[in-house]
Structure formats: C-alpha cells, structure tokens
T-cell receptor, first 116, second 115 residues
C-alpha cells in the first residue's frame, strides 16, 4: 500500500537545541498531519497542513513548533528550542483529499524524539 | 468540539472468538467520518475500516465490521474469528465534515488474543 516515510527513526538531542523531523508523504496526497504519542498512549493531534498552509493546530502545537513543505519536498516539523516534555514519538500522516477513501490517513513509522 | 472516547483500556480474548471494542464520540456536526486504526507492536499504524455518518449500513471489511449506532453516537469495532496477529492497540478516530480536516483519536484499546 501507499507509504509515508519518516526520517530519522530516532533522534536524541539536548534540551534547547533545534530539531527537524522529516516526512515524505504519499505521492499526490494533499493533506498532511503531525501527531504526538507518548509511551504508546493516545495519538494527540498537533497540526494539519494543506496547500502550503496550516489548517488547524492544537494547544500542543506550541510557539516553538513550526511546519512547512517547501516546493513539494519533505513535510517538516521543526521544534526550536526543544524542551524535555517534547520527548515522544511523532507520527506523520497524509491523505489524498476529502470524501470516501480519500479520507484515509496513511501513517509513517514514527520518529522517536528523546530530549535530554 | 469533537471528542472520541474509548473506555476499554485492555481486552483479552481467546483465539478464534469474536471481540467488540467500544467507541463513543461527540460532535456538533450532522456529517462526519469515523475510522478505526490498528497500531501493532512495532508501532506501525494501519487503517482498518471507515463509516460515513450518512450511511445507514454498517461497514464491513474482511473480518472487521462496525456497529454504528448513530442515536447513541457509538461506533463499535467487531472482529470475528480473531487471530494471534490481531493483538494490537486499536484506535477509534473521527473527522467532522465542516472542520479543517482535523482527525482526532481516542485513547486506544489494547487487544490481546490468546492461543
């Protein structure tokens, strides 16, 4: 099936540093998402993105967070500066559009971020 | 605001039996989409099945089916003839039709299928 690739799979950084998580969505998908999961618990919505713009962001999407997808390349989540509570697994997802099967989210395998 | 609730944190069943996982949701919209996803032990998240709110028939895909009770805002997942490899965490999710395509997830139900 369609694949979403996330790079890297694991990232360890010191608190206060900047980190960029990369996502290569399914080709021709239009909607992109980031979710945060701590200790295999709930998938918390962070943000979604369409047509070069943030559509909606949650309270978890702090001012230190930003997303972009320059020129159809990677869809990135940048955290600057990082905090200890940012340690989690971050999942990227994409979907083709709206209505019917286009609604299905396809997920990457996640990036485990450890902030020391 | 949309909200999805899964009250069962963990279920254990014997192999080849049928299991039902509960999910209730809250929404102000008359049109919405409901989903079930599965997260395996490796962390992989896989789409299983979808129910559009305007459809009265319960969705069925393979050995997965849904029990959609709109008046109760409930969308249960039924797995028949369970297999060991069905052991995973199952997430219920919802998207409101009028919103910004935001999809919210429940807290998940861990299913263990025993031999």
């Amino acid at each position: 099936g369609p694949k979403v690739l996330q790079i890297p799979s694991h990232q360890i950084i010191d608190m206060g540093q900047m980190v960029t998580l990369n996502c290569d969505p399914v080709s021709n998908h239009l909607y992109f998402y980031w979710y945060k999961q701590i200790l295999g618990q709930q998938m918390e919505f962070l943000v979604n993105f369409y047509n070069g713009k943030v559509m909606e962001k949650s309270k978890l999407f702090k001012d230190q967070f930003s997303v972009e997808r320059p020129d159809g390349s990677y869809f990135t989540l940048k955290i600057q500066p990082t905090a200890l509570e940012d340690s989690a697994v971050y999942f990227c997802a994409s979907s083709a559009g709206t209505g019917g099967s286009a609604e299905t989210l396809y997920f990457g395998s996640g990036t485990r971020l450890t902030v020391l | 605001a949309q909200k999805v609730t899964q009250t069962q944190t963990s279920i254990s069943v014997m192999e080849k039996t049928t299991v039902t996982m509960d999910c209730v949701y809250e929404t102000q919209d008359s049109s919405y989409f409901l989903f079930w996803y599965k997260q395996t032990a490796s962390g992989e998240i896989v789409f299983l099945i979808r129910q559009d709110s305007y459809k009265k028939e319960n969705a069925t895909v393979g050995h997965y089916s849904l029990n959609f009770q709109k008046p109760k805002s409930s969308i249960g997942l039924i797995i028949t003839a369970t297999q060991i490899e069905d052991s995973a965490v199952y997430f219920c999710a919802m998207r409101e039709d009028s919103n910004t395509n935001k999809v919210v997830f429940g807290t998940g139900t861990r299913l263990q299928v025993l031999p």
